[in-house]
């Protein structure tokens, strides 16, 4: 069983920074890609960026080299250092975790439950 868990949302103000943390736990032995997505009241969610084990990364254009990925593969852990914050980004942020390699064999895609990210005006 694998489990993710979000944490780091909450309210900030236009121009500031907030950190999204993300740990998977379980019987991991390591994670091919961590992500985070984002869902806006009434749209659909999106990607916001993704990086493998190996170290790539991927961001969606809107991120503008405002937000930037990172993961401690030894915790199984991706993290979201999002700064100039804009009210647009206002959303419910997710994590997931894809081709999972366990004791059991490779698991599919994980979801966590969200964290609320508030940006004021």
């Known amino acids: 069983q694998v489990q993710l868990v979000e944490s780091g949302g909450g309210l900030v103000q236009a121009g500031g920074s907030l950190r999204l943390s993300c740990a998977a736990s379980?019987?991991?032995?390591?994670?091919?890609?961590m992500g985070w997505y984002r869902q806006a009241p009434g749209k659909p969610r999106e990607l916001v960026a993704d990086?493998?084990?190996?170290?790539?990364?991927n961001y969606a254009d809107f991120v503008e080299g405002r937000f930037t990925i990172s993961r401690d593969n030894a915790k199984n852990t991706v993290y979201l250092q999002m700064s100039s914050l804009k009210p647009e980004d206002t959303a419910v942020y997710y994590c997931?975790?894809?081709?999972?390699?366990?004791?059991?064999?490779?698991?599919?895609?994980?979801w966590g439950q969200g964290t609320q990210v508030t940006v004021s005006s």
């Open positions: 990086a493998t084990g190996g170290g790539s990364t």
């Open positions: 379980g019987r991991i032995f390591s994670i091919v890609t």
């Open positions: 997931n975790a894809e081709r999972i390699m366990t004791g059991s064999g490779f698991l599919g895609l994980h």
